[in-house]
């Protein structure tokens, strides 16, 4: 056992006293149940800016900046204002594909309209896994999941004989999320090391979230990276986090207030995210 030396101002102590007295728990047992409450959850804690329905109506102003997101996660996805971009956050690191192609760590001062982020400590890992296809990685998934109601945060790691990505251009505000799609460019990547980073949401969410997998690549030398529409790999790693709680940040920006969300979004998102080009 450790001891905790610290002060707390007289109006928390008040509340600690009534609380003890009334509940017959010493004081040192709630702090404790409330420090352990406290790690657990920010630990398993999705944050997340704006919603997948106000994406799919063209809300691509930014909301929050980069060094807001650190504050609250060091794993995670999402893209830049104006859509100019794939989000990858690893190991801390935020990484913007363009679409050019080319991959940029970005500054604390650059905005986002869309992101969720979550500090990724695996309570369930894989290793050695051979995926031919990215439907055959969802049906491992599919297997280490314990629910079809909780969020999952999903760190693959190895070696990939294929990626086929890609990142969003930078857009007009007001064009919808499936028409700005439409004009994606795509890349294909052979034979590289990297990291797979990526959530499952619940069906029931879709006007919050992409429903289903989502998942963003990013190779080992950071030089190549965006939205993953289709994989080979080998000597994989996979590792799922379960998330507890999610904590949605709506956005304050006119374009965000005056927006309707009224639109299921589950058609369009399907097109956007989950169909490419042939």
Sequence with gaps: MHTIQCEVSSGLWKKL????????????????????SYLEADSSTVYQISTSAALVEGVYEGAVDIKTLKDHGDFGLGTFEDLDGEMIVVNGRFFQAKADGSV????????????????????????????????????????????NNVFYAIRVIGKFAHIHSRAMCKTAKGVPFVTAAAHQPEFDFEKLEGTLVGFWSP??????????????????????????????????SVEMQREGNL????????????????????????????????
Excluded: W
């Excluded at 029931?204 to 080992?220: L, M, Q, R, T």
């Excluded at 927006?259 to 169909?275: G, V």
């Design 104 to 147: 940029e760590e970005v500054a604390d001062h650059v905005l986002t309209p869309f992101a969720m982020v979550s500090r990724f400590r695996a309570d369930h890992s894989e290793r050695s896994h051979k995926c031919s296809n990215v439907s055959e990685l969802f049906q491992l998934l599919d297997k280490m999941r314990d629910s």
């Design 247 to 278: 904590v949605l940040a709506l956005p304050e920006t006119d374009d965000f207030l005056k927006a309707d969300l009224t639109h299921d979004p589950r058609a369009d998102l399907e097109i956007a995210e989950k169909k490419h080009s042939s």
């Design 203 to 236: 069906h029931y969410a879709s006007s919050v979230n992409v429903p289903g997998y989502h998942f963003h690549f990013i190779s080992k030398d950071h030089t190549k990276g965006g939205h993953v529409l289709e994989l080979a790999g080998d000597e994989l």
């Design 17 to 36: 006293q009534h609380r003890a007295l009334e509940s017959g728990v010493p004081i040192e047992r709630i702090m404790a149940s409330a420090l352990k």
